[in-house]
């Protein structure tokens, strides 16, 4: 592979459970096993499996993509680079896109693999992808109850639209953690979810829609559940819980 390298990170007494599923993942995309004995941290989600991914290139492109990982350039820089520079960070981002593209369905293909040892206090934990980006990580799950053919297809361009966004936009700093969100109607994943520092522990107040990358506000829990109508079962699969018992 040339775009990304991976670790799989799960907890040690699930390893057996996830077998089937990790040596399909490694047998096509290589990548290392990570186990934990717990974790804790400020967000919602709760993981069963996270998919974390590094960025790798050749040797032509790698201090091209250094420069634009670490946010030297912007969408005017890249217009200002040369021809042959910019195809080829075109043709990373199209490797990149393929190698989202199998990784995806290589999880979509084993979802059957995973038993009742997948739940949480009755509810599904989240099998998600880990991107960075210059601004901060950008999560993606895989295994939303709305999940479909169509949108599993679509993911690594919402995947790269994300990425480019983020390493090509100035934003505040009070935006640390992404996920990226789809839209049934359409089968896009044109949504990132961008709850602020003061955000964690109530709901997520920002969201942009990568279509037109308008940033736009939302002002309560009850508002969020209105504009994405997210599912019960998916409770654990948000940075910042929709089903809280109310708005604080």
């Known amino acids: ?35 934990y004995y717990a974790s804790a941290g400020a967000l919602d989600l709760v993981s069963y499996l996270e998919i974390v991914i590094s960025f790798t290139a050749v040797v032509a492109v790698r201090p091209l993509l250094q420069k634009y990982f670490e946010g030297f350039f912007n969408a005017d820089g890249l217009k200002k680079i040369g021809e ?5 960070i075109i043709k990373w981002f199209m490797k990149l896109e393929k190698d989202i593209h199998t990784i995806t369905g290589v999880v979509q293909y084993n979802l059957n693999l995973l038993n009742s040892s997948f739940t ?14 210059k601004r901060g990580i950008i999560y993606i799950v895989l295994n939303h109850a709305a999940i479909s053919s169509s949108l599993a297809k679509n993911l ?15 934003l505040p700093d009070e935006f640390r953690t992404f996920q990226l969100y789809f839209d049934k109607v359409t089968g896009e994943w044109p949504y990132l979810f ?9 709901h997520i107040d920002y969201f942009c829609d ?6 736009k506000r939302i002002y309560s829990q009850s508002e ?24 604080r």
Do not use: W
């Open 1 to 35: 592979m040339q775009s990304v390298e991976l670790k799989f990170v799960f907890r040690d007494s699930e390893e057996k459970e996830l077998e089937d599923l990790l040596n399909n993942l490694q047998s096509k995309m290589g990548g290392e096993r990570k186990s």
């Open 84 to 88: 042959d520079h910019r195809e080829k």
């Open 120 to 133: 949480f206090n009755g509810r599904e934990r989240a099998i998600v992808i880990e991107i960075p980006s």
């Open 156 to 170: 690594p361009k919402g995947v790269i639209s994300a990425l480019r966004f983020l390493n090509e936009t100035e």
């Open 194 to 202: 961008m709850p602020s520092t003061e955000a964690f522990g109530r």
């Open 210 to 215: 990568l279509r037109d990358g308008k940033i």
């Open 224 to 247: 969020f559940t209105h504009c994405f109508y997210p599912a019960s079962a998916d409770e654990y699969k948000f940075l910042v819980s929709p089903f809280r018992e109310n708005d």
